[in-house]
């Protein structure tokens, strides 16, 4: 069914007066217009004004600066121009005669290490100033300040060398170059050789060896036939377990506890990926500032290694609040206080609310509102466990879909398989009242959740490579109507990263749904019936307004569904990325999808980077307008769509 109701074309103007205001109030609040300031700054950017300090130079020194590179190529070249400091700030004075000569000498070094970064182990770096070499000045010299001071470099680049012979001694001894990047006839780039040198220490403490340490590298150059002979070797050391586990800097928090979820008192063999795991692990619990873990120099008499976890605490109450804003359904903005330490082992209480909504309509009545309360408490009788319980207040009011208030207890134990799997299981009651295309009706329903979810991303905020995928169930029984069913759901999303720097991410997501069970449609609560639409969905379509109708034009939502997204993450600045993608969904009232109604939307996104996270804003459009339906949606928030 085509038709739309004339009542869901946008207030446009209104929403823009809606964002205006928002805007305004934020940047009012904002720190930035102290009388104090001169310059306005925004996510790391200044949009006017100056924010350089001025530093007072002693005996400041006027210098000009050249450098010649020779026959290196342009690549070299602008390697060894941006590592000139003297050529990049001769505009800026130097504190006395001396400084020059100093400067100068830090420049040799930075250049000769280009150069050798570029296997040019034959290169010479000449600097002079006014016209003398630096080796040969006083140590006190006096140079002529009528006019800016010449300094000249001279890069003469020399042949690349190639790698020649290559041997490794000591407990590397045995181990195959090629598995170092180092063949002969192959690159003799000086990072090359120190990476290897340090992957054989990093593969010896994988083997449990954590007293592993290099010996000296011998590397012998040999300017005739231009190769470059490498001796790499290294001390394993015993194998190792974990041994006694101490705690310095905790105050507040339970230092048992710490040393108990850090799962380093295990006796377990020594592995550097476990030192990751365990700091990144005690990191998430939100309750310290820093966090270092330190390993003995020697092993205990046990044969066991010492570890000390030491530890700063942070603060323990916080508050905040969010804004977010899609042109389809209006703004948003969400508040929250909460406590990280209630008891001395990191339990933490959140109190959150928010309202959203904001300038889709002027009834404030329409506006979605929703309040929270969830205690959470890490390392629930075993380390790996953690029981959340949640009671939540919603009202919720999609544009001319369904108005539904509820309220909704739950409580759960998310246990942690290991590194990249989770369980979770639990109960949940819930009361529901909605009015909808099947009127007024009232829901009671007793459910017991349960899902597992495994994730392999490099970066939760902004993943690169990996993937994330969730399988959930979730069987319920309905008090007031007698009726029992169960949804089922599963997502799966990937991301491969391109080039040596990922500055191309391809990234896709497939999601579906079914829900299964006794009694019609309407004896499913609306907030259970499956709808897609919005800015972490189907871009392009108001939230959840994909769906389908009934001969009266009203949303019935559906019994499955099935949802997929692609995007082409590009970076064209460090912190500026642009994402192109098209969404794909559709929502059926039988338990499996016909595909007879599917919606797609496709559009640009704008991202920002910043350390909590990319700042998004996304541009959709419907490739399928529903009648009467937006014909553009402008999505912002944080963190990518999915």
């Given at each position: 069914m085509e038709k739309r109701k004339a009542g869901r074309m946008s207030d446009w103007s209104s929403r823009r007066r809606s964002l205006a205001c928002l805007l305004a109030g934020s940047l009012a609040l904002s720190p930035v217009f102290a009388p104090e300031a001169y310059a306005f700054k925004i996510f790391g950017v200044t949009l006017f004004g100056s924010d350089e300090e001025t530093v007072e130079v002693i005996d400041p020194v006027r210098y000009e600066a050249t450098i010649e590179t020779g026959d290196a190529d342009s690549d070299l070249a602008d390697r060894l121009e941006s590592a000139a400091a003297l050529v990049n700030d001769d505009e800026k004075p130097i504190s006395g005669d001396l400084g020059i000569i100093v400067k100068a000498r830090e420049d040799r070094d930075r250049l000769v290490a280009v150069l050798y970064e570029e296997a040019r182990y034959g290169g010479i770096v000449n600097i002079s100033i006014a016209g003398t070499d630096i080796d040969q000045l006083p140590p006190n010299p006096t140079f002529d300040h009528s006019k800016p001071v010449p300094v000249t470099v001279n890069v003469t680049p020399?042949?690349?060398?190639?790698?020649?012979?290559?041997?490794?001694?000591?407990?590397a001894a045995g181990r195959n170059p090629a598995d170092y990047d180092l063949e002969p006839g192959g690159p003799a780039g000086s990072l090359i050789i120190l990476k290897a040198g340090e992957k054989i220490v990093v593969d010896l403490k994988e083997e449990g060896r954590p007293l592993a340490h290099p010996l000296q590298r011998q590397i012998t150059a040999d300017h005739a036939k231009r190769t470059v002979d490498v001796v790499l070797g290294a001390v394993g050391g015993p194998v190792a377990p974990f041994?006694?586990?101490?705690?310095k800097g905790a105050r507040a928090v339970n230092p048992d506890f710490i040393q108990s979820y850090s799962r380093l008192d295990r006796r377990e063999r020594y592995s550097p990926e476990q030192l990751k795991k365990a700091s990144e692990r005690l990191r998430q619990l939100g309750v310290f500032s820093s966090i270092t873990i330190h390993e003995a120099d020697s092993l205990a008499p046990d044969g066991s290694l010492p570890l000390a976890i030491e530890v700063s605490e942070g603060k323990f109450r916080y508050f905040g609040f969010g804004l977010e804003y899609a042109s389809t359904d209006g703004a948003g903005v969400q508040g929250y206080w909460g406590h990280r330490n209630l008891f001395g082992q990191a339990e933490s209480l959140r109190l959150e609310g928010a309202v959203s909504g904001i300038g889709a309509t002027t009834d404030v009545t329409t506006f979605d509102y929703s309040a929270g309360i969830t205690f959470t408490k890490p390392g629930f009788y075993v380390p790996e466990a953690t029981f959340v319980s949640k009671l939540e207040a919603k009202s919720e009011n999609p544009e001319d879909i369904y108005e539904a208030q509820s309220i909704t207890y739950s409580a759960g134990i998310a246990y942690e398989l290991n590194a990249t799997d989770k369980v979770t299981g639990g109960g949940e009651i819930s009361y529901i009242r909605a009015d909808d295309a099947f009127d007024r009706n009232d829901y009671l329903t007793f459910s017991l959740p349960v899902s597992f979810e495994r994730d392999t991303r490099d970066n939760k905020l902004d993943p690169t490579e990996g993937y994330y995928g969730t399988v959930s169930a979730k069987p319920s029984y309905e008090a007031l109507k007698g009726n029992v069913f169960s949804s089922f759901e599963g997502s799966i999303a990937g991301y491969y990263g391109l080039g040596a720097e990922d500055k191309v991410v391809l990234a896709a997501r497939l999601g579906a749904g079914t829900l299964v069970g006794t009694g019609d449609l309407q004896d499913i609560p609306v907030t259970r019936r499956f709808y897609q639409g919005g800015g972490g969905s189907v871009r392009g379509y108001s939230y959840r307004e994909i769906s389908p109708y009934n001969d009266d034009?009203?949303?019935?939502?559906?019994?499955?569904?099935?949802?997929?997204?692609?995007?082409?993450?590009?970076?064209?600045?460090?912190?500026?990325?642009?994402?192109?993608?098209?969404?794909?969904?559709?929502?059926?009232?039988?338990?499996?999808?016909d595909f007879s109604d599917i919606r797609a939307g496709a559009g640009l996104g704008l991202r920002y980077a910043t350390p909590f996270g990319p700042i998004r804003l996304d541009f959709a459009v419907p490739l399928r307008r529903y009648d009467g339906g937006n014909?553009?949606?402008?999505?912002?928030?944080?963190?990518?769509?999915?």
């Amino acid at each position: 069914m085509e038709k739309r109701k004339a009542g869901r074309m946008s207030d446009w103007s209104s929403r823009r007066r809606s964002l205006a205001c928002l805007l305004a109030g934020s940047l009012a609040l904002s720190p930035v217009f102290a009388p104090e300031a001169y310059a306005f700054k925004i996510f790391g950017v200044t949009l006017f004004g100056s924010d350089e300090e001025t530093v007072e130079v002693i005996d400041p020194v006027r210098y000009e600066a050249t450098i010649e590179t020779g026959d290196a190529d342009s690549d070299l070249a602008d390697r060894l121009e941006s590592a000139a400091a003297l050529v990049n700030d001769d505009e800026k004075p130097i504190s006395g005669d001396l400084g020059i000569i100093v400067k100068a000498r830090e420049d040799r070094d930075r250049l000769v290490a280009v150069l050798y970064e570029e296997a040019r182990y034959g290169g010479i770096v000449n600097i002079s100033i006014a016209g003398t070499d630096i080796d040969q000045l006083p140590p006190n010299p006096t140079f002529d300040h009528s006019k800016p001071v010449p300094v000249t470099v001279n890069v003469t680049p020399g042949p690349e060398f190639k790698l020649g012979a290559v041997r490794f001694e000591g407990d590397a001894a045995g181990r195959n170059p090629a598995d170092y990047d180092l063949e002969p006839g192959g690159p003799a780039g000086s990072l090359i050789i120190l990476k290897a040198g340090e992957k054989i220490v990093v593969d010896l403490k994988e083997e449990g060896r954590p007293l592993a340490h290099p010996l000296q590298r011998q590397i012998t150059a040999d300017h005739a036939k231009r190769t470059v002979d490498v001796v790499l070797g290294a001390v394993g050391g015993p194998v190792a377990p974990f041994g006694t586990v101490t705690v310095k800097g905790a105050r507040a928090v339970n230092p048992d506890f710490i040393q108990s979820y850090s799962r380093l008192d295990r006796r377990e063999r020594y592995s550097p990926e476990q030192l990751k795991k365990a700091s990144e692990r005690l990191r998430q619990l939100g309750v310290f500032s820093s966090i270092t873990i330190h390993e003995a120099d020697s092993l205990a008499p046990d044969g066991s290694l010492p570890l000390a976890i030491e530890v700063s605490e942070g603060k323990f109450r916080y508050f905040g609040f969010g804004l977010e804003y899609a042109s389809t359904d209006g703004a948003g903005v969400q508040g929250y206080w909460g406590h990280r330490n209630l008891f001395g082992q990191a339990e933490s209480l959140r109190l959150e609310g928010a309202v959203s909504g904001i300038g889709a309509t002027t009834d404030v009545t329409t506006f979605d509102y929703s309040a929270g309360i969830t205690f959470t408490k890490p390392g629930f009788y075993v380390p790996e466990a953690t029981f959340v319980s949640k009671l939540e207040a919603k009202s919720e009011n999609p544009e001319d879909i369904y108005e539904a208030q509820s309220i909704t207890y739950s409580a759960g134990i998310a246990y942690e398989l290991n590194a990249t799997d989770k369980v979770t299981g639990g109960g949940e009651i819930s009361y529901i009242r909605a009015d909808d295309a099947f009127d007024r009706n009232d829901y009671l329903t007793f459910s017991l959740p349960v899902s597992f979810e495994r994730d392999t991303r490099d970066n939760k905020l902004d993943p690169t490579e990996g993937y994330y995928g969730t399988v959930s169930a979730k069987p319920s029984y309905e008090a007031l109507k007698g009726n029992v069913f169960s949804s089922f759901e599963g997502s799966i999303a990937g991301y491969y990263g391109l080039g040596a720097e990922d500055k191309v991410v391809l990234a896709a997501r497939l999601g579906a749904g079914t829900l299964v069970g006794t009694g019609d449609l309407q004896d499913i609560p609306v907030t259970r019936r499956f709808y897609q639409g919005g800015g972490g969905s189907v871009r392009g379509y108001s939230y959840r307004e994909i769906s389908p109708y009934n001969d009266d034009d009203d949303a019935v939502g559906g019994r499955s569904y099935v949802l997929a997204s692609f995007e082409t993450r590009v970076k064209v600045s460090e912190n500026i990325g642009i994402v192109p993608f098209i969404d794909v969904g559709t929502v059926a009232t039988e338990i499996v999808p016909d595909f007879s109604d599917i919606r797609a939307g496709a559009g640009l996104g704008l991202r920002y980077a910043t350390p909590f996270g990319p700042i998004r804003l996304d541009f959709a459009v419907p490739l399928r307008r529903y009648d009467g339906g937006n014909s553009f949606g402008i999505y912002a928030g944080i963190g990518q769509a999915f």
